[in-house]
């Protein structure tokens, strides 16, 4: 798949999670449950458009999971368990958090990533993106140093991603939190957007990617 991908995508450095390149983002989870999380994960759905993002979902937050990953990954703090499943393309806007979030892949998709020392006078060039092609059945750590957003889909189906937090995290601010840092956008949700996102425009979101909003093409039936 990853060779089809690099292939099609030219315009864009594309690599593996298990190589090199992928440390100065994150790490891949080898320990991680992930048998026990792909089976809650069918209670979810891939909506027909759109993606949808649930930052705390019940049906995932079993016990047993949330103590091993506060435990193993995140010191004793306490987390919160979703979700973002959808049919994303394209970069849209890079976030950032205080401290580590760990996806879980239920479907191959594709991470567009960058650093936040790129982030220069509250902007940030797509040049410096790099994508990373994640496999179905593969849990990573992305840094609190690491731009992301949603996935990017590699097939007609779309993508589903168990998103991992520090609890609190991407839930709604009052405006008044927000004045004394432009990039603020949600509970410990840093936010530069591209201008072509219709939806953060309207949102309000700071317009801080420079270049082309970049898309991932793949193979479609």
Not at 3 to 17: A, G, I, W
Not at 20 to 32: A, E, I, N, R
Not at 107 to 121: M, Q
Request: net charge negative; with cysteine.
């Amino acid at each position: 798949m990853i060779e089809v991908l690099q292939e099609m995508n030219r315009h864009l450095e594309l690599e593996s999670v298990d190589t090199d390149s992928f440390k100065f983002y994150g790490k891949v989870l080898t320990d991680f449950p992930y048998e026990e999380m792909a089976e809650r994960m069918q209670e979810t759905a891939i909506p027909e458009e759109g993606n949808q993002y649930v930052p705390s979902a019940q049906e995932l937050e079993d016990e047993s999971i949330k103590r091993f990953v506060e435990k193993r990954y995140f010191g004793g703090m306490p987390v919160q368990i979703g979700y973002c499943n959808g049919n994303n393309s394209s970069l849209g806007g890079l976030e950032f958090h205080k401290g580590s979030e760990i996806n879980v892949a239920i479907t191959d998709f594709v991470l567009l990533l960058g650093h936040t020392n790129d982030i220069v006078d509250n902007q940030f060039n797509v040049n410096k993106i790099k994508a990373f092609f994640v496999p179905k059945g593969t849990a990573i750590e992305m840094y609190q140093t690491t731009l992301h957003l949603a996935p990017c889909k590699v097939n007609d189906e779309g993508f589903k991603c168990t998103v991992i937090l520090p609890e609190g995290t991407n839930l709604p601010l009052e405006d008044s939190q927000k004045e004394y840092d432009p990039l603020l956008f949600m509970k410990n949700k840093w936010l530069l957007a591209h201008p072509e996102h219709e939806r953060f425009r309207k949102l309000g979101a700071y317009q801080g990617i420079l270049g082309e909003n970049l898309t991932v093409t793949y193979p479609s039936k």
